[in-house]
């Protein structure tokens, strides 16, 4: 004959508070609002809850109750592991992070290829609000968030105007950076930028691409690279400007590559992060070129690699970023009307820039 197994219940909230002779609340106080209790008696409740196997009240029954999630959701349009690779990303998600541990809230990182457009992670995802880390301004993504009745802080791109937003001057400052080589000497330059819009383009970038960019930080550091060196006399026209989908060294070499292939004779290489800087050196290095008597690289961003590398960019502070963006979304004041944040930047200059051989020998010898 078969035995019969005894198996035991796990305690439930009622179970505990019958034990202990306390009232449901109590319980429920122990765990969700701790100072409503003596450090005693809320003690001796979880105590007495790991004896009986209590796992704690049920979230999903309390987020329906309270209809809270208690977690911010961070959406961005890249792989997840994009999220722990990029330095920029890094920086921008711990100060999310820090801004989350303030406010006693969770985060959920909400991630969506940028090749595909199933939005089903964001309409599944249980969060309180979306912060939007610079998507393109047609991505189905961000459509998608912006259907649910949460509040949404979007950072760096898109700037949509009825939405908060977090950000930099883009154009200032790339048109600072560009000042800073005109004065240098260079006229004669070359272009390697991120992805320009949702569709794969490792290739040369068109003037139309150029100026209708939904990736509206990369059109703007573009936009101030094109003032800039239009009022240096440069065509920016024939300006080389080339594009890659994939943000990473290897991205930044070939690109790099690309360009000096097509115009050996250029003098400056400038990059719209330091990711691709970084590469843009490697390539330098490969052909034999001295950086920066023979070649000027620049970048953006001010990554730790780039400062130890000596990169002459723009710095933004990617952790003030994050931070900004989680008190603006956390922050429970009415709101009358959208809010933006612009942080500063500062142009860092490193040793990866010097004026071009002709300008110096020039300045040696005289006319």
């Known amino acids: 004959m078969a035995r019969s197994m005894h198996v035991r219940r796990p305690a439930t909230l009622a179970s505990l ?3 202990l002779g306390v009232s449901r609340t109590t319980v429920s106080n122990a765990y969700n609002r701790p100072d409503q209790l003596s450090p005693e008696l809320r003690r001796r409740v ?7 196997g209590y796992p704690g009240p049920d979230p999903v029954a309390r987020s329906l109750r309270t209809r809270k999630a208690g977690a911010v959701g ?4 890249e792989n997840l592991s994009y999220a722990f690779r990029d330095p920029a990303a890094i920086g921008f998600l711990e100060g999310l992070a820090l801004a989350c541990e303030d406010a006693g809230t969770g985060l959920l990182l909400v991630p969506a290829n940028p090749e595909r457009e199933d939005v089903a992670a964001v ?3 249980g969060v309180d609000g979306f912060v939007v880390y610079s998507v393109p301004d047609d991505d189905p993504h961000l459509a998608a968030v912006l259907e649910r009745p949460v509040p949404t802080v979007v950072c760096d ?3 949509l105007g009825n939405v908060d937003r977090v ?11 560009a000042k800073h080589l005109i004065s240098l000497g260079h006229r004669r330059i070359g272009v390697v930028c991120m992805r320009l819009a949702r569709d794969r383009n490792d290739g040369y970038v068109t003037p ?3 100026r209708s960019a939904h990736f509206h930080v990369q059109r703007a550091r573009l936009a101030g690279l094109a003032e800039a060196f239009t009022e240096a006399g440069v065509d920016w026209a024939g300006v080389p400007v080339v594009e890659r989908f994939d943000h990473t060294i290897a991205s930044g070499a070939s690109a790099a590559a690309q360009v000096l292939d097509r115009d050996p004779r250029i003098t400056a290489l400038i990059c719209t992060s330091d990711i691709l800087a970084l590469g843009a050196l490697g390539e330098a290095r490969k052909r034999g070129l001295n950086v920066p008597h023979d070649l000027t690289v620049t970048g953006f961003d001010g990554i730790r690699e780039a400062e130890q590398a000596g990169l002459t960019t723009v710095r933004q502070p990617v952790l003030e970023k994050g931070r900004a963006a989680g008190k603006l979304l956390l922050d429970s004041a009415e709101r009358t009307r959208p809010r933006s944040v612009t942080l500063a930047t500062e142009l860092v200059v490193g040793t990866t820039a010097a004026a071009p051989r002709g300008v110096v020998e020039e300045r040696w010898f005289g006319p």
Not at 46 to 52: G, H, K, N, Q, S
Not at 167 to 177: H, K, P, S, V
């Open 208 to 210: 139309e691409r150029r």
């Open 123 to 125: 309409h599944r995802a």
């Open 167 to 177: 950000g930099i001057d883009d154009q200032a400052a790339m048109n600072a950076l």
């Open 17 to 19: 508070a019958a034990e």
């Open 157 to 159: 791109q898109p700037d």
């Open 46 to 52: 979880l105590e007495t809850a790991r004896r009986l």
């Open 74 to 77: 961070l959406l961005l349009t």
